[in-house]
């Protein structure tokens, strides 16, 4: 079955870094995947003086917390891409269930913003070491996977606590996986655990689908 996997990267970071992570997802169940790494558009960070690096929106503090404030507008626009993002690969034939949006840092705030902001419910999110950059009160369907290090210095670990508390208040279905020891980056662990996670999602799909089929006949 097609499936498409739209990883967003963190600050400072590029899409063709992250190429690695598909060495994680040799099972069978993801030979019809696609996957989407874009870079985000290069502009002046905050807390680097003004440098310029891709970057989804600004960073004016390190680090993140809970409390943590975005500029909605910046992340509201980076949302609206990533949709654009999406409505192509369903335009295209992929089923909503089967499109999973994950990020890591930056780039899993961005994801759980997105899905909260779009109109249908998608096959899951995996956020890792990631934030709320924003507090829709919006009741949503699309599983989440949340996975943070407790040794955590750039987005700490309260904020992901937090971040997965405020998901669960909301009604949503929310796994939140704590990692001891681990620290602001992408360990082989999570990324196995990650890979079973979207097995798991993209099979379930596929049994619901095959049952909507017959129901049909």
Known sequence: MASFILWLHGSGDSGPANESIKEHFTDPVFKNTKWGLPTA????????????????????????TSQSVRHED????????????????????????????CGFSQGGALAIASILLYPKTLGGGVIFSGSMPLNPSIKEQTPILWLHGTDDKIVLFEAGESGS?????????????????????????????????????????????????????
């Open 41 to 64: 558009p290069s502009r002046p960070i905050t807390i680097n003086r003004g440098a310029v690096m891709p970057a989804w929106f600004d960073v004016t503090d390190v680090p993140i």
């Open 74 to 101: 910046e992340v509201l626009k980076a949302v609206k891409d990533v949709h654009s993002m999406i409505d192509k690969q369903i335009a295209n034939g992929i089923s909503p269930t089967n499109v999973f949006v």
């Open 165 to 217: 508390k405020f998901l669960k208040e909301l009604g949503m279905n929310c796994e939140f996986k704590a990692y001891p020891g681990f620290g602001h980056s992408l360990m082989d662990e999570e990324l196995e655990y990650f890979s079973s996670w979207l097995r798991s999602r993209l099979l379930s799909s596929g049994v619901q689908q095959r049952r909507g089929c017959c129901s049909q006949m």
